[in-house]
């Protein structure tokens, strides 16, 4: 599994772009809509992006999922209560799904938002027990939201 992070200071926002380059996908969690940089580095490692998924509703910017989606056909994960209307799967707590190798697991974090969910990754070449967890603004450096 390969990991790279996204950071955009001035709103206090990462993402992330999860490889399995073995089977030559990835996916994103919490892209926002300058879609280029996840482009390029899906490029530089060889794979190509199926997925994307988002832990809340992101008032403070603009979700790149839909953005991503109207270029190149990926499938957008949401938990089960985010009410968004674009097309999507609903993830409800406890429910999984596997991308490659990478078995991405919903877990309900409400708080931060009423919808929030995490997201933990196992990659089932390592382990069965999940190694990442992709919280969101759930935990923030510092503080929990």
């Known amino acids: 599994m390969l990991i790279e992070q996204f950071f955009d200071a001035g709103l206090g926002h990462a993402s992330y772009l999860v490889a399995d380059p073995d089977e030559g996908v990835a996916f994103l969690v919490d892209p926002d809509r300058h879609i280029g940089a996840y482009l390029e580095a899906a490029a530089r490692m060889g794979v190509l992006i199926t997925h994307s998924f988002e832990t809340h509703v992101h008032n403070d910017y603009v979700a790149g999922s839909t953005a991503l989606a109207a270029v190149r056909p990926i499938s957008v994960v949401t938990g089960a209560t985010a009410e968004v209307s674009y097309p999507r799967i609903e993830l409800a707590d406890g429910e999984r799904i596997d991308v490659g190798a990478l078995r991405v697991r919903c ?6 938002t009423p919808e929030h969910v995490a997201f933990i990754v196992a990659d089932l ?3 069965d027990a999940p190694q990442f967890l992709f919280s969101g603004g759930a935990l923030l450096v510092g503080h929990i939201a």
């Open 107 to 112: 877990i309900a974090t409400p708080g931060h």
């Open 125 to 127: 070449r390592r382990a």
